[in-house]
């Protein structure tokens, strides 16, 4: 009788589990905005539009470690209202202020061909927040490289390119649809921004022909307002190798998994928590070991991340197998 009430228990934690962590999952509300058809209708960037030169009320940011994303590279810029600004509070997402646009554009560089520097552009991302609410939607910029249109579905861009490496490289590049966008960027029943938290933007930045804190550089710009920096930490770049592999590998969970896998994430149920901040003997991973390195090493349906990626990341298979060969 004992043996199978303890059975019984084991059975209904994962159950009472989702339930806990299920209630305040309502729907997803609609969009509060209307995006325009084009890119260009926001007046984002000054001059020719492919050059992605912020406007007056845009500033450049980078993050300590970033999403893995078919190796392609990124442009990201905050545009604030103006006399606005981010309010941090610790070292998590900040809060931004109503009328706050994210802008990430994904393109590859043209590297070694000096005769067409130029990169390809490929699709620019937008968050609006309007009235408290985020609000998110892809951009495709056209063939001639002049515009980008609004997608009402994913779209599929067949890609050559050469990579970190200058290893030759093809794949059907995914632009994701805005449930896509959602499914990585909800928690709980809101939509929020991913890689701007203040530890994934502790980091040094070259402005102005020098090095800097990029906090700092952004609180004298009048972007940013820190209360207190004594909380704050940094998150590693999991591509630098001065860092230890169980810190690098942390981070490079946090910025490609722990967007879903968290208990506020839609792979909740999962029991997967693998935000940076999470102790690890909390975060499930030991017990998922082969699960997660199983899921990382294969494409098609089983892929993880499930969205975002069509190839392997080949250095970030190798990090995360280092990692968990050090637990055993």
């Known amino acids: 009788m004992k043996k199978a009430v303890i059975l019984m228990g084991i059975l209904l934690i994962p159950i009472l589990f989702i339930v ?136 599929a861009v067949p890609v050559l390119f050469l990579d970190g490496k200058s290893i030759k490289r093809q794949t059907n590049y995914i632009i994701p649809s805005r449930t896509d966008c959602i499914a990585c960027h909800r928690q709980g029943d809101r939509i929020l921004p991913i890689g701007p938290k203040i530890r994934n933007l502790n980091r040094v930045v070259f402005r102005d022909n020098d090095t800097i804190q990029q906090l700092e550089y952004l609180k004298g710009k009048g972007v940013i307002d820190i209360p207190s920096w004594s909380k704050l930490s940094s998150l590693p770049d999991d591509q630098d190798h001065n860092q230890t592999t169980e810190q690098r590998a942390r981070a490079y969970l946090e910025v490609n998994c722990a967007h879903c896998h968290n208990p506020r994430g839609t792979a909740y149920m999962t029991m997967l928590d693998l935000r940076f901040e999470s102790p690890v003997t909390e975060t499930g991973i030991w017990l998922k070991q082969a699960k997660i390195i199983g899921r990382m090493s294969v494409l098609g349906e089983m892929h993880m991340p499930q969205k975002g990626t069509t190839m392997l990341h080949e250095e970030g298979v190798i990090l995360i197998k280092d990692y968990l060969k050090s637990l055993k």
């Not at 984002?44 to 009320?57: C, R, T, Y």
Request: glycine share 6%; aromatic share 12%.
């Open 20 to 155: 806990l962590n299920n209630k305040d999952r309502g729907k997803i509300a609609k969009d509060n905005i209307i995006f325009r058809d084009k890119l260009s209708d926001y007046g984002l960037f000054k001059g020719k539009i492919a050059d992605l030169v912020p406007n007056d009320q845009g500033i450049s940011y980078e993050l300590a470690s970033a999403l893995f994303t078919d190796y392609a590279d990124k442009k990201r810029v905050i545009f604030l209202p103006k006399g606005k600004k981010i309010v941090a509070s610790d070292d998590g997402l900040p809060n931004f202020p109503d009328g706050t646009i994210i802008a990430k554009t994904f393109f590859y560089p043209q590297r070694g061909t000096p005769q067409n520097s130029k990169s390809v552009l490929l699709e620019t991302r937008l968050l609006i927040n309007e009235k408290g609410q985020w609000n998110v939607a892809t951009y495709q910029w056209n063939s001639t490289q002049n515009e980008a249109f609004l997608l009402a579905d994913s779209a």
